[in-house]
């Protein structure tokens, strides 16, 4: 059982900054890719940006230059950087991690986190 606990969203003005959180809990043998999808209403759910284990990483085109995804392994928690936010910024984010559950599995399962709601508005 893998559970992702998200915080650091929340209001912000738009040109403004908010740093999102992630932290993967429970029982795995290893977090393996972490990524950052977000979704508004009515909308599909969009990949924001990912990181691998080894750190690297992929934005959408609409975030380049903006947002950051980082990540700490020692602490399986990844990170998104979000800066010059603007209104269309606005949706609910969400966390997602690639996991193998033992040393033995070849595995590998995804799990989400709750969402956490990101407003750009002045």
């Known amino acids: 059982q893998v559970q992702l606990v998200e915080s650091g969203g929340g209001l912000v003005q738009p040109g403004g900054s908010l740093r999102l959180s992630c932290t993967a809990s429970?029982?795995?043998?290893?977090?393996?890719?972490m990524a950052w999808y977000r979704q508004a209403p009515g909308k599909q759910r969009e990949l924001v940006a990912s990181?691998?284990?080894?750190?690297?990483?992929r934005y959408a085109d609409s975030v380049k230059g903006r947002f950051t995804i980082s990540r700490d392994n020692a602490r399986n928690t990844v990170y998104l950087q979000m800066n010059s936010l603007k209104p269309e910024d606005t949706h609910v984010y969400y966390c997602?991690?690639?996991?193998?559950?033992?040393?033995?599995?070849?595995?590998?399962?995804?799990?989400w986190g709750q969402g956490t709601q990101v407003t750009v508005s002045s």
């Open positions: 429970g029982s795995f043998f290893s977090v393996n890719a």
């Open positions: 990181i691998t284990s080894g750190g690297s990483t």
């Open positions: 997602n991690a690639d996991v193998t559950p033992d040393y033995r599995s070849t595995r590998r399962y995804n799990y």
